[in-house]
T-cell receptor, first 115, second 110 residues
């Protein structure tokens, strides 16, 4: 167990809908990362937060947004969902963002299916 | 752009055979590179990082700046090595992020 918790494990919804994915980092980790894993795109970096503030942005669509709360948990909001948004969404946390020895601890992911 | 390329989607070998999972990176001076592994029904986890020059589960990876490669190697593959392997690098531009390659699925046959 990595200590990173993601809920829900599975989510099935329809096109046009909005969903929220939740992530609780390891105790003491200030940095949270969101990744999208799909069969054709591999593991794509979406966004990173550090201690409540956005630190880095990747290939995140404008329909997607995220935030990190004072208790350090993070939520990824996906809106106006399309079929192509179906993927496994991973959250990861680390204690040492920006360091060359950075080690990410991953959650088990949320499988999103858009029908 | 600072990229990581894994040219093989699937690598199939027999148990006991040598394994080499390829990873190439776009040049950027002194990259920081990692290998992550995802076993079936398990979380993605760090396997090794080049800065540590370590050997984990018999795997090693050497940074070759001349060839801009960081291939993952193991002399004798085991069935339990079957997994998805991702090469990753630190990407520094206007911000800092860990970028992954597209992954290679290793299948070790008995």
């Amino acid at each position: 167990d990595s200590g990173v918790t993601q809920t829900p494990k599975h989510l099935i919804t329809a096109t046009g809908q909005r969903v929220t994915l939740r992530c609780s980092p390891r105790s003491g980790d200030l940095s949270v990362y969101w990744y999208q894993q799909s069969l054709d795109q591999g593991l794509q970096f979406l966004i990173q937060y550090y201690n409540g503030e956005e630190r880095a942005k990747g290939n995140i669509l404008e329909r997607f947004s995220a935030q990190q709360f004072p208790d350090l948990h993070s939520e990824l909001n996906l809106s106006s969902l399309e079929l192509g948004d179906s993927a496994l969404y991973f959250c990861a946390s680390s204690a040492e963002p920006g360091q060359f020895y950075e080690k990410l601890f991953f959650g088990s992911g949320t499988q999103l299916s858009v029908l | 752009a600072q990229r990581v390329t894994q040219p093989e989607k699937l690598l199939s070998v027999f148990k006991g055979a040598p394994v080499e999972l390829k990873c190439n990176y776009s040049y950027s001076g002194s990259p920081e590179l990692f290998w992550y592994v995802q076993y079936s029904r398990q979380r993605l986890q760090l396997l090794l990082r080049h800065i540590s020059r370590e050997s984990i589960k018999g795997f090693t990876a050497d940074l070759n700046k001349g060839e801009t490669s960081f291939h993952l190697k193991k002399p004798f593959a085991q069935e339990e090595d079957s997994a998805m392997y991702y090469c990753a690098r630190i990407r520094m531009d206007s911000s800092y992020k860990l970028i992954f390659g597209s992954g290679t699925r290793l299948l070790v046959r008995p």
